[in-house]
C-alpha cells in the first residue's frame, strides 16, 4: 500500500471488469419495472459518472453504445486512468473523459466543474473505503445528481457477510506483517488462513476459504484488492439508505432484478414477516432469507411514479432477443435460499418464438398459440437474469456498428497482449456487453480485422495469435502437439462458433 491510497490497495492495478447493472439501459429497466420515472427516454441524450471506474471498461462500452451520451469516468490510481485513456485513444472514442481524482478532489470541485448527471454509479467500493471518503462520495452525489437521477451503488453486504468475516480479519491481519506486494501478501496469507482451518478453527468458514483457495490458483489481484482494504467493511442496506437519504436518494430496487419479486424467493411466511417489518427494515429481513454477501441497489433523486397505464404500455413495448445460442425452455437459477424453476410454460413458448428474431412483449402474448403469460415484470427478470434473454433498445446503423467494433477491437487487443483468457465487448443492440472466452475472443479479432467468416482461414488467424501469446490448443487440459489435430481441433472449434455464436453477436449489435 502506499501513503496516499489511505489504506486501499493501490499496488496492484484492479481487475479488468464490465458490470452489466450500471449501464443506462438496465439501469432505466429497473426504474420500469418498479414503476419509476428513468432519467431519459430512449435515444435522448444525458450524462453519466462513473466514481471509482478501475481500468474504465464499463464506461467505454457504455461510450461505444451510446454516441448520444457525455461519459466521465473517475479513480485516484493514475495506472487505472493511463489504461483507460489509452484505450479510449485507440478505440477513437471522444465521449467518454477520464480523470485521475480522488473523491475528495471531486466534492472539492468549483460549481459548473461538470456537467448535472443523470446517472452515477459506483461498483463495489463503498464497502472498500474509509468513512470521510463515503461522506465525499455523498457530497458528489448531492453536488452534481440532477434531479430524476439514478445512483447505482453495489458494495459488499451484510448479513451475508457475517459468517465470512472471521477470514478477512485473519487475512488482513496476517497479510500486514508480511513484506512485498500484495498479490504475494494475499498468497501467504491465504495459505496460513487454510492451515489454520485444517488445524480445527470453530470460526472459519471451512467452504468459504475452500473457494477462496481455489480462486488464489486462478489469480491474486481480486483477492488482494477485496480482502486487504484497510477500511473494509459490510454494510447493511438501511446504513446505505441512510447514507443516500443524505443526498435526497431514495431506494427504488435492486439491479438484480429478480430481487425486486419476494413471490419468487420467500415464502408466504417470510413475506408476511416482511410486510409487517418498518419500511426502514424490510430489505434487511429480506436479506436474512436471501443471505447475498453482494448487493446491487438503485437509488432515485426524486422518485416519480409512472401512471399505470403509460407503464403498461412501456412493458409491452420492451423488445427481447435470445442472449445465448440456445435457450432454456425450463430456466433455473440458483440462489443462496436454493434452487429456483421456472415451470411457466410461457418461457418455453418464448424461447421458441425469440429463435425466429426480436419480438415485444406484447408481440408475444399476441400470438395465437401464446399459453398464459406471468408478468411482463416476471418475463423480463427470469429472462435477464437465466441470462435466457435480453432486451433489445435500438437497431443498429452501420456507423454505429463501425464504432463499436473500433472499441470492441481495442479492448480484445489489450485482452490478447495482456494474456487474459476472456474480455466483454459491447453490443450495441442490447446497449451493453457480452462475454467472450478466448477463442471466441480470437475469432472476433479475425473477424474484425477481415479475415473471412470460414473456418480454415479463421482457424490460422487464431493460432497465429493463438502462438503469439506464448500459448497452444489444449483438449482436456492437455496441450495438443499434433500439427495435424491443432488445425483440425481450431476448424472444429471456429466452425461451432461460427454455425451458434456469430448469430448471437450479430442478433446484440457486437459485430
Known amino acids: 500500500m502506499t501513503d496516499w491510497a489511505s489504506g486501499y490497495v493501490a499496488d496492484l492495478d484492479y481487475v479488468p471488469g464490465f ?286 411514479a409512472l401512471a399505470p397505464l403509460a407503464k403498461a404500455q412501456m412493458m409491452d413495448d420492451t423488445r427481447l432477443t435470445l442472449a445465448a445460442p440456445k435457450a432454456q425452455h425450463q430456466p433455473k437459477l440458483t440462489l443462496s435460499s436454493g434452487e429456483i424453476g421456472f415451470k411457466s410454460p410461457f418461457y418455453a413458448f418464448m424461447a421458441e418464438a425469440l429463435t425466429e428474431g426480436d419480438a415485444s412483449l406484447a408481440e408475444l402474448r399476441a400470438r395465437p398459440d401464446a399459453p398464459p403469460a406471468p408478468s411482463g415484470e416476471e418475463l423480463l427478470a427470469v429472462g435477464l437474469e437465466t441470462r435466457n434473454a435480453v432486451t433489445v433498445h435500438r437497431q443498429p446503423t452501420q456507423s454505429g456498428l463501425d464504432r463499436v467494433r473500433a472499441v470492441n477491437l481495442a479492448l480484445v487487443r489489450n485482452a490478447i497482449e495482456q494474456g487474459r483468457s476472456t474480455v466483454t465487448l459491447a453490443a450495441l443492440a442490447i446497449e451493453s456487453g457480452v462475454q467472450f472466452a478466448l477463442i471466441p475472443m480470437l475469432v472476433y479479432e479475425a473477424l474484425a480485422t477481415g479475415t473471412p467468416a470460414e473456418a480454415e482461414p479463421l482457424a490460422q488467424r487464431c493460432l497465429d495469435l493463438l502462438h503469439a501469446r506464448g500459448e497452444s490448443l489444449r483438449r482436456d487440459g492437455e496441450v495438443m502437439t499434433d500439427p495435424d489435430e491443432v488445425r483440425a481441433g481450431m476448424q472444429n472449434s471456429v466452425a461451432i462458433l461460427l454455425s451458434n455464436h456469430l448469430p448471437v453477436w450479430r442478433r446484440v449489435g457486437a459485430i
Open 19 to 304: 458490470y452489466a447493472e450500471q449501464m443506462p439501459a438496465h439501469l432505466d429497466l429497473v426504474c420500469l419495472i418498479q414503476g419509476v420515472h428513468a432519467p431519459r427516454r430512449a435515444g435522448e441524450r444525458f450524462t453519466y459518472c462513473e466514481l471509482g471506474c478501475g481500468l474504465g471498461e464499463t464506461a467505454l462500452t457504455l461510450a461505444a453504445c451510446h454516441p448520444e451520451a457525455e461519459v466521465h469516468a473517475f479513480d485516484f490510481n493514475p495506472a487505472h486512468i493511463a489504461y483507460a485513456s489509452e484505450t479510449a485513444r485507440r478505440a477513437g472514442l471522444g465521449n467518454v473523459h477520464f480523470a485521475e481524482r480522488s473523491f475528495g478532489e471531486l466534492a472539492a470541485l468549483p460549481e459548473g466543474a461538470l456537467p448535472p448527471f443523470d446517472y452515477i454509479t459506483l461498483h463495489g467500493i463503498w464497502t472498500w473505503i474509509a468513512r470521510e471518503h463515503q461522506l465525499e462520495v455523498v457530497d458528489i452525489l448531492s453536488r452534481f445528481l440532477r434531479p430524476g437521477g439514478v445512483v447505482a451503488v453495489t458494495y459488499n453486504a451484510q448479513p451475508g457477510w457475517s459468517r465470512q468475516m472471521p477470514l478477512q480479519r485473519l487475512l488482513h491481519d496476517y497479510a500486514a506483517t508480511r513484506e512485498g506486494r500484495s498479490d504475494a501478501r494475499v498468497f501467504e496469507a491465504l495459505g496460513f488462513a487454510d492451515a489454520v482451518r485444517k488445524a480445527g478453527s470453530l470460526a472459519l468458514e471451512g467452504e468459504f476459504v475452500e473457494v477462496n483457495m481455489a480462486k488464489r490458483e486462478r489469480g491474486l489481484t481480486y483477492l488482494a484488492h477485496e480482502y486487504l482494504n484497510g477500511s473494509w467493511k459490510p454494510v447493511y442496506h438501511a446504513d446505505l439508505a441512510a447514507d443516500m437519504a443524505r443526498a435526497k436518494l431514495s431506494y427504488v430496487g435492486s439491479a438484480t432484478v429478480l430481487e425486486n419479486f419476494p413471490p419468487i424467493f420467500l415464502s408466504e411466511e417470510q413475506r408476511a414477516l416482511v410486510a409487517a417489518a418498518p419500511a426502514t427494515m424490510r430489505e434487511m429481513v429480506k436479506d436474512h432469507f436471501n443471505p447475498r454477501i453482494f448487493r446491487r441497489d438503485v437509488f432515485v433523486r426524486g422518485a416519480r
